[in-house]
């Protein structure tokens, strides 16, 4: 049995009324880059992030690629990089989950302002809101999704190693 970084994104948007349009999870991927990251800051007393960011992409990420080597990034209309603090602030329940430890983050909520941003078709772990940070891991999402003005979007992390 395979055995890892198993993370999930628990997705799901609101109407302006706070109506539940859709949810999803979607099951992530650690890619090279991240594996680095993990194992430079555990094992060889790496600098460790400051924090983690979660980022929406409308992109096909591969275990090869780079943070830098992602596009398709929302820039207009309220979007922005959702940063998790590492603290138990952006980490607030760490607990068994089937016998494995699990690390959960707090909800993140994205806001179309102005008008609608997307579509986008992944979404990303980062440990930056800007390209000069390091890509953790991402994961599609079962449709493109466009959050049209005055909607919102809520996620929710999860991750254990096995």
């Known amino acids: 049995m395979k055995k890892g970084w198993i993370g999930v994104f628990d997705l799901a948007a609101y109407n302006p009324a706070g109506q539940l349009l859709w949810r999803e999870q979607a099951p992530n991927a650690l890619v090279d880059e991240g594996e680095l990251l993990l194992l430079d800051v ?24 780079s943070l830098a080597a ?9 979007y922005a990089a959702q940063a998790i603090e590492r603290s138990n602030v952006g980490w607030p329940t760490l607990a068994l989950d089937a016998g ?5 983050s707090k909800e993140l909520t994205f806001t179309a302002t102005g008008g609608s941003w997307g579509p ?10 800007d390209n000069t940070g390091k890509l953790v891991s991402f994961a599609a999402l079962s449709t493109a999704r466009t959050l049209a003005a005055g909607e919102t979007l809520r996620i929710t992390y999860r991750v254990k190693l096995q």
């Open 42 to 65: 555990f094992l060889r007393a790496a600098a460790a992030p400051a924090g983690f960011f979660c980022r929406l992409y409308n992109d096909t990420p591969i275990e090869t690629d």
């Open 70 to 78: 992602l596009t398709g990034e929302p820039a207009v209309n309220g």
């Open 100 to 104: 494995d430890y699990q690390a959960t």
């Open 120 to 129: 986008v078709t992944h979404c990303v772990l980062a440990t930056s809101s």
